[in-house]
Protein backbone atom coordinates (compact mmCIF):
# COMPACT_ATOMS: atom_id res chain seq x y z
CA UNK A 1 0.00 0.00 0.00
CA UNK A 2 1.16 3.47 -0.89
CA UNK A 3 2.32 5.89 1.61
CA UNK A 4 0.00 9.22 1.85
CA UNK A 5 0.03 12.79 3.42
CA UNK A 6 -2.38 13.87 5.66
CA UNK A 7 -3.46 17.79 7.05
CA UNK A 8 -5.15 17.35 9.94
CA UNK A 9 -6.27 20.56 12.15
CA UNK A 10 -9.36 21.15 14.55
CA UNK A 11 -10.58 17.08 14.51
CA UNK A 12 -9.99 16.89 10.79
CA UNK A 13 -8.14 14.91 8.90
CA UNK A 14 -7.70 14.95 4.74
CA UNK A 15 -5.58 12.44 2.77
CA UNK A 16 -3.55 13.83 0.19
CA UNK A 17 -1.62 12.04 -2.73
CA UNK A 18 1.71 10.53 -1.91
CA UNK A 19 3.50 13.78 -3.82
CA UNK A 20 1.86 16.83 -3.76
CA UNK A 21 2.61 20.54 -3.97
CA UNK A 22 2.03 23.45 -1.47
CA UNK A 23 1.84 26.83 -2.89
CA UNK A 24 1.14 29.97 -1.22
CA UNK A 25 1.93 34.22 -2.56
CA UNK A 26 3.65 36.13 -0.62
CA UNK A 27 1.98 39.02 1.44
CA UNK A 28 4.11 41.27 0.71
CA UNK A 29 6.21 40.61 -2.42
CA UNK A 30 3.33 38.83 -4.58
CA UNK A 31 5.44 36.63 -5.72
CA UNK A 32 4.61 32.51 -5.51
CA UNK A 33 5.92 29.82 -3.47
CA UNK A 34 5.91 25.82 -4.42
CA UNK A 35 6.99 23.06 -2.66
CA UNK A 36 6.62 19.89 -3.75
CA UNK A 37 6.65 17.06 -1.25
CA UNK A 38 6.43 13.42 -1.06
CA UNK A 39 5.59 11.04 1.45
CA UNK A 40 8.19 8.40 2.75
CA UNK A 41 8.82 5.63 5.67
CA UNK A 42 11.04 7.96 7.07
CA UNK A 43 8.79 10.47 7.00
CA UNK A 44 7.71 13.55 4.29
CA UNK A 45 10.64 14.66 1.83
CA UNK A 46 10.79 18.27 0.42
CA UNK A 47 11.34 17.43 -3.71
CA UNK A 48 11.56 20.56 -5.22
CA UNK A 49 10.96 24.46 -4.51
CA UNK A 50 10.26 26.78 -6.82
CA UNK A 51 10.38 30.27 -5.77
CA UNK A 52 8.80 33.33 -8.35
CA UNK A 53 11.34 36.57 -8.25
CA UNK A 54 13.45 36.97 -4.93
CA UNK A 55 13.11 39.78 -2.03
CA UNK A 56 10.93 40.50 1.14
CA UNK A 57 12.58 37.26 2.64
CA UNK A 58 11.37 35.06 -0.81
CA UNK A 59 15.25 34.96 -1.62
CA UNK A 60 15.29 31.78 -4.09
CA UNK A 61 17.46 28.32 -1.91
CA UNK A 62 20.94 27.70 -2.38
CA UNK A 63 21.80 26.57 -5.64
CA UNK A 64 18.72 27.00 -7.32
CA UNK A 65 18.41 27.87 -11.20
CA UNK A 66 16.14 30.26 -13.00
CA UNK A 67 13.73 28.03 -15.54
CA UNK A 68 10.59 29.51 -16.61
CA UNK A 69 10.03 32.56 -14.63
CA UNK A 70 10.73 30.38 -11.20
CA UNK A 71 14.07 29.57 -9.36
CA UNK A 72 14.07 25.94 -8.95
CA UNK A 73 15.97 24.13 -6.58
CA UNK A 74 16.29 20.59 -4.93
CA UNK A 75 17.37 21.20 -1.05
CA UNK A 76 19.07 18.60 0.74
CA UNK A 77 16.52 18.68 3.63
CA UNK A 78 16.34 15.72 5.46
CA UNK A 79 12.89 13.62 6.07
CA UNK A 80 10.69 15.61 8.36
CA UNK A 81 8.06 13.67 10.82
CA UNK A 82 5.55 16.62 10.42
CA UNK A 83 5.15 20.61 8.99
CA UNK A 84 2.96 22.47 10.56
CA UNK A 85 1.34 25.13 8.42
CA UNK A 86 -0.05 28.12 10.14
CA UNK A 87 -2.49 30.30 9.04
CA UNK A 88 -3.22 33.85 9.74
CA UNK A 89 -6.31 34.90 7.76
CA UNK A 90 -4.33 38.56 6.83
CA UNK A 91 -3.12 36.64 3.70
CA UNK A 92 -4.41 34.15 0.88
CA UNK A 93 -4.65 30.68 1.76
CA UNK A 94 -2.31 27.77 1.30
CA UNK A 95 -2.91 25.61 -1.85
CA UNK A 96 -2.91 22.48 -2.26
CA UNK A 97 -2.02 20.76 -5.34
CA UNK A 98 -2.21 17.06 -6.77
CA UNK A 99 -2.79 15.72 -10.23
CA UNK A 100 -2.44 19.02 -12.08
CA UNK A 101 -5.43 20.74 -9.64
CA UNK A 102 -4.84 22.89 -7.02
CA UNK A 103 -7.43 24.20 -4.41
CA UNK A 104 -7.42 26.28 -1.66
CA UNK A 105 -6.51 24.96 1.90
CA UNK A 106 -10.30 26.15 2.87
CA UNK A 107 -11.83 23.39 0.65
CA UNK A 108 -10.24 20.75 2.51
CA UNK A 109 -10.16 22.05 5.85
CA UNK A 110 -12.44 24.86 8.27
CA UNK A 111 -11.02 28.46 7.56
CA UNK A 112 -9.99 28.89 11.11
CA UNK A 113 -8.37 25.37 11.49
CA UNK A 114 -5.11 26.46 12.45
CA UNK A 115 -2.07 25.24 13.12
CA UNK A 116 -2.51 22.67 10.25
CA UNK A 117 -0.17 19.67 10.79
CA UNK A 118 1.37 17.96 7.70
CA UNK A 119 2.10 14.21 7.91
CA UNK A 120 2.67 10.82 6.47
CA UNK A 121 -0.45 9.41 7.06
CA UNK A 122 -0.72 6.56 9.85
Known amino acids: MALLACLAAGGHVVRLAAVFTLAWTHSVQKSEWRE ?5 AEGLVLDEVRVEGSGAGMEPPEG ?11 PALPPQREVLLRRSGATADWR ?15 ADADPVRLAVCE
Open 64 to 74: AVLKDGFYVAH
Open 96 to 110: VCMEDRCRPMGELLP
Open 36 to 40: TWRAT
